[in-house]
């Protein structure tokens, strides 16, 4: 049922951009395990061993704050629509905030929007597969504006200050590496 590959292939690709939400996780050797579901237009591949994606502002920062303390990250996509697969990308990453060396090429990678935080840069080592026969069928309605709404009423020196108060430690103590 599963299959591994050593990166991303074209069907890969072209089944990622068919999903709406994929799901990041990671974790630090102690302390709790992270995973988070995303959307919005917010993660590009890059090349068969690379993808990026671009975190707005939440309520809390884990994936930045575990990989400072281990890089690891598996990123997963699962169709919730007529073909039935679950694809997994298995690596390392790095994060990059706003106003650091490499940001403004990164965040240049999606469309502008208020409350990006940071883009995660991903080196991916292993891809795999499976079957999902037992995920639902889901339909897809429209993207939340909460999250922009939020942001727009706070503007950027809201989020900032935001940021410095909620976003600088992790659930577990650990800093998150958030420029002061």
Not at 32 to 39: A, D, F
Not at 50 to 62: K, V
């Amino acid at each position: 049922m599963a299959k591994q590959f050593p990166g991303f292939e074209p069907a890969h690709e072209t089944f990622i951009g068919q999903q709406h939400i994929y799901f990041v996780a990671t974790a630090a050797p102690d302390g709790h395990v992270n995973l988070s579901p995303k959307g919005r237009d917010s993660l590009r591949v890059l090349g068969p061993n690379r993808l990026a994606w671009r975190n707005l502002t939440g309520s809390g920062n884990e994936t930045a704050a575990h990989l400072l303390r281990s890089n690891r990250m598996t990123v997963m996509w699962c169709s919730f629509t007529t073909k039935p697969m679950i694809l997994r990308a298995y690596g390392t990453a790095r994060a990059t905030y706003h106003g650091e060396p490499g940001w403004t090429e990164l965040d240049a990678l999606f469309p502008p929007e208020l409350g990006a935080r940071q883009v995660f840069d991903m080196a991916v080592e292993l891809v795999q597969t499976s079957c999902g026969f037992a995920v639902p069928f889901m339909d897809y309605r429209a993207e939340r504006e909460t999250l922009l709404t939020w942001a727009e009423g706070r503007g950027e020196d809201g989020l900032a200050a935001y940021w410095q108060e909620k976003n600088r430690q992790s659930l577990d103590g650990f800093p998150t590496g958030l420029p002061a």
